[in-house]
């Protein structure tokens, strides 16, 4: 899977297109994302025990091929793989040929 969490990407096409965010979770096995503020739906929330309803605003996964990574210069990119002299795996960007940055460490979101 060329995204991880904690990358910023673009969304490409769809609803929200043009939607810039971090992504929230990734599914390899799916290909799908989510991206942080895309794909929003409401989710309607039950009123049960004495506790009221309410309405929570929810991401749903996006698939892979609606979203770009954005490089360092805040343009869309694509990521290509470059294998190291002692065997590590590093992304780059296809058109700068630049590492793309590790991303940052956040909490896992729940579901």
């Not at 297109?17 to 390899?28: F, R």
Request: aromatic content about 4%; hydrophobic content about 35%; cysteine-free.
């Amino acid at each position: 899977m060329k995204f991880k969490v904690g990358d910023t990407v673009r969304v490409t096409a769809g609803k929200d297109k043009g939607v810039t965010g971090e992504i929230l979770a990734v599914d390899a096995t799916a290909n799908t994302v989510i991206v942080q503020g895309a794909n929003l739906y409401t989710k309607h929330i039950k009123p049960m025990a004495g506790r009221a309803g309410d309405k929570v605003r929810r991401e749903r996964p996006l698939s892979t091929a609606k979203v770009a990574l954005l490089n360092d210069k805040g343009e869309l990119d694509r990521v290509g793989y470059v294998i190291a002299k002692d065997g590590t795996k590093s992304r780059v960007f296809r058109k700068t040929g630049k590492a793309v940055p590790a991303p940052k460490k956040t909490e896992k979101k729940k579901k």
